[in-house]
């Protein structure tokens, strides 16, 4: 109660005493963790992690809070050896193998990240998300060719994972073969003629071969099947644009940019349309807040 009225200092004292009354609820330790990192306090936040192993050396959620605690302080060495107490205590466990990877990736260790994703994807082949972490991992390097070459074969042998399929297209569209791209994207709406990320990766496939109109209509019935995506209203907004519609693309970039306040191309786009309007005190206040987030 305290927390949903953020009244964080009245909150502290009843995690403490939850902690007293049952010290083997590592979820009470890592409760008020948060909170003491929420008020800036992360010395505060460090001890209490560390209290939560002491107290329950054979958790694995407490080792993994504190070495995620360390990942937020950009800790690497403590945070690595916490994960590995993790492992140590379940060698087949999926989370501690993905945080040392994230934590290999940080510290400039690829090559030890991609070793302990091949790892993972050994132990836990029907754990989705083992077998994804290895392709996520080259797609997030910008290894686009290693991350097609590892869903390709992922697709076929997990015909039912469509967050698999999904990785698939958009790395065929980034390497612009889109006629692979389409060819998955039927399969997709083959069996379920209503994705909406099959009709936005259409959308930007025929947006990229400047078939305006097809991909606007594309993008529309991908929004309309799911309002909530900022990514389907953005580039429907581009489409429309070079359609010149810009009073359907100025409306589809704002509400882009109200579902996702801080997405700069949307912002950046509607500054676009400002200045060709003649609007330019919008146009300096949409920059500058991009400016604020992203300064570069």
């Avoid at 001890?47 to 002491?54: F, G, L, M, Q, T």
């Avoid at 690595?80 to 400039?108: C, G, H, K, N, Y």
């Avoid at 990766?201 to 991909?215: E, K, N, P, T, V």
């Avoid at 991908?222 to 810009?246: C, K």
Wanted: aromatic share 8%; proline share 5%; with cysteine.
């Amino acid at each position: 109660k305290y927390l949903a009225m953020r009244d964080l200092k009245s909150a502290i004292p009843e995690f403490e005493r939850a902690i007293q009354l049952a010290p083997d609820r590592v979820e009470y330790y890592a409760a008020l963790g948060a909170v003491h990192l929420a008020s800036g306090k992360a010395g505060d936040a460090e001890a209490i992690c560390i209290r939560a192993v002491e107290a329950n050396p054979k958790s694995l959620p407490a080792h993994m809070n504190l070495a995620q605690f360390y990942f937020s302080q950009h800790n690497a060495q403590k945070g690595e050896a916490e994960v590995r107490a993790a492992i140590a205590l379940d060698s087949r466990a999926v989370p501690p193998r993905l945080l040392l990877a994230m934590f290999q990736s940080a510290t400039w260790k690829p090559e030890d990240a991609e070793k302990t994703l091949k790892e993972l994807k050994s132990i836990q082949p029907n754990d989705p998300q083992a077998y994804q972490a290895l392709g996520i991992f080259y797609e997030s390097s910008g290894k686009r060719d290693k991350a097609t070459a590892e869903f390709q074969p992922l697709a076929a042998s997990k015909p039912k994972d469509f967050a698999v399929k999904g990785h698939l297209i958009d790395n065929l569209i980034e390497l612009k073969r889109f006629k692979d791209a389409e060819v998955v994207i039927q399969d997709v709406l083959k069996a379920n003629p209503e994705n909406p990320m099959a009709y936005f990766s259409r959308g930007r496939i025929l947006l990229a071969q400047r078939q305006f109109q097809d991909a606007s209509t594309a993008l529309q019935k991908a929004v309309t099947l799911q309002p909530g995506f900022a990514r389907g209203h953005y580039v429907l907004g581009a489409a429309q644009s070079s359609l010149g519609l810009s009073n359907q693309a100025k409306n589809s970039f704002a509400k882009a940019l109200e579902l996702q306040p801080r997405m700069t191309d949307a912002a950046v786009a509607l500054a676009d349309i400002a200045v060709a309007e003649g609007d330019y005190q919008k146009a300096l206040s949409l920059t500058a807040g991009v400016l604020g987030t992203n300064p570069n």
